[in-house]
């Protein structure tokens, strides 16, 4: 495994787990399995919250970290923070419930969605600040914030930047991570970058047939095929689904899987301190880690990879109630 040190107690490992649509999938002792072979595979970081899909996601995680043995020292927790009630309910009344969940006292990191222009920016960013010197948190990160969003948080808190910053971005989905706007915060150093959505929720990986099921249709009972995957920022999906063959070819070509090759690319990105990943296998999960050894090879593979690029959008802000 590699890591990166982002300013915690330790450095973060170069993979780490998401738990949207995956953890709650499986049963205790399958997911057990799958967070103890993370674990031992050098993995040292979940990404956990409460998800309007899956509400039950958190107290099956702490259930399967219970039946796995492990111990809280053991790996460190990102939690995802949301808007959704905000300011009704405060970012701490929301931490503190999550923390109950997952049966922890503290996380690691809690990574902070956008804001909206409604909300009072100085005084939301001494509310996330709190939640540190509060100790519920060891730092702070965001989820899809706008890099000037980024930079004004920093001004109001004196300098303490987020050390993570949680965008998608994959071997189709580049242009937004790769602008100049976030080129220039992440040449910085002080906060790195966390890709999700590395494999487009599956598709890059090979499952084709996936879709999104918006909050809307889903409360009318409409249920996705397989899994729900994040929406189509840009309008994109179709292009990448109709590129996977070709990744899937280039991979082969290195002795590599699709999966392997679109994770390895992630890391080949110098603001990239960890690949957030879903994963529901253990056999996908240890396929997934050999994406590390093409990083040698990266010079050959690259370059190859160029055509699979599509214009890409920021993800408008997301509220299962008031937006979609
Ligand atoms: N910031 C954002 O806007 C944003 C957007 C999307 C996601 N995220 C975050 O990123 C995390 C991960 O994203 P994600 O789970 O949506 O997407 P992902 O990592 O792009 O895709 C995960 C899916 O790919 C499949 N997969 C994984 N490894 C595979 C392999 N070796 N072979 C074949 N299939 C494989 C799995 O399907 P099966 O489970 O069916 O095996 C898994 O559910 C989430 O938990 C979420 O927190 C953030």
Known sequence: MLYRDIGLDRPVSALSLGSWNT???LSRRECAGLLSLAVERGINLFDVGYYWDKPDTEEAFAAAMRTAGLRREQYMLALKLWLWNYPEQSLAEQAKASLRRLDVDHVDVVMVSRPTPEVDFAAFCE??????RAGIARAWGVTNWEPEQI???????????PCLVQLQYNVARRNVVEDARYARLFASGQSALCAAFVLEGGILAGHLDRDRVNPSDFARGERPRERNIARDAGGVREQIRASQPRLREIARAFGASAAQLAIAFTLTNPATATALIGVTKTTNLEENLGALRLLDSQQEWLPLLESLRVTAAHPRLFDPVKHE
């Open 23 to 25: 953890f709650s999938r």
């Open 151 to 161: 930079e004004a948080a920093c001004a109001v808190l004196n300098g303490r930047s």
């Open 127 to 132: 509310e996330v600040d709190a939640l540190v």
